[in-house]
């Protein structure tokens, strides 16, 4: 079974900062997907950016990349130029790539960003 | 812009009584997952069907929930009796393929007292 771990509860960044949020999983996969959600108190799920694990090139959207270490198995999210409506909670998840019916997510347990003005 | 529905919002039952939760997945969606959302475990993944076939329900405490598919436009979650531990958000999300993502609904807010 996949698990996903989200080392920091919390953090907080202030306003037009970077910060970055970890993110290590443990799969004997080798082809995955990776994704990071953001759950503002609306708690409409929102999906940040994906990575294929057979791409070696780090994801990008727009202020959002992240840093992808397969040998290691982490996967962390870099918000840059934070901004106030960053504020949420960002989870972390794994997809296997099996085909067929593979495709629930594992999440990790979230960590709560708070963008600071 | 097609969205997931979910129905209702909240919902506020007493101990119990039966809950049913229903979700309009996106359409075209083969594939549609029942989540729950709690303090304490975070998000599980209930249940999911394809095709509006069952695939995994192994999430899913099975004397009191049931998910169903009555056509590719809905999909139900059914608590019965209902008891203060089931109170949590319930997501339903859809999806086409590995390749794409999950779309997730709003989520139902259900408090048991």
């Known amino acids: 079974a996949q698990t996903v771990t989200q080392s920091q509860p919390e953090m907080s960044v202030q306003e037009a900062e970077t910060v970055t949020l970890s993110c290590t999983y443990d799969?004997?996969?080798?082809?995955?997907?990776l994704f990071w959600y953001k759950q503002p108190p609306s708690r409409q799920m929102i999906l940040v950016i994906r990575?294929?694990?057979?791409?070696?090139q780090n994801a990008t959207e727009n202020r959002f990349s992240v840093n992808f270490q397969k040998a290691a198995k982490s996967f962390s999210l870099k918000i840059s130029d934070s901004q106030l409506g960053d504020t949420a909670m960002y989870f972390c998840?794994?997809?296997?790539?099996?085909?067929?019916?593979?495709?629930?997510?594992?999440f990790g347990k979230g960590t709560l960003l708070t963008v600071n003005p | 812009d097609a969205r997931v529905t979910q129905t209702p919002r909240h919902k506020v039952t007493e101990m119990g009584q039966e809950v049913t939760m229903r979700c309009q997945p996106i359409?075209?969606?083969?594939?549609v997952f029942w989540y729950r959302q709690t303090m304490m475990q975070g998000l599980e993944l209930l249940a999911y069907?394809?095709?509006?076939?069952?695939?995994?329900d192994s999430g899913m405490p099975k004397d009191r929930f049931s998910a169903e598919m009555p056509d590719a436009t809905l999909a139900t979650l059914k608590i019965q009796p209902s008891e203060p531990r089931d109170s949590a958000v319930y997501f339903c999300?859809?999806?086409?393929?590995?390749?794409?993502?999950?779309?997730f609904g709003p989520g139902t807010r259900l408090t048991v007292t």
């Open positions: 799969t004997s996969e080798s082809n995955y997907y």
């Open positions: 998840a794994f997809m296997k790539d099996g085909g067929g019916s593979n495709y629930k997510l594992t």
């Open positions: 990575q294929e694990a057979y791409k070696q």
């Open positions: 359409l075209g969606h083969n594939t």
């Open positions: 069907f394809r095709n509006r076939a069952p695939l995994d």
């Open positions: 999300a859809s999806g086409l393929s590995p390749r794409d993502r999950e779309h």
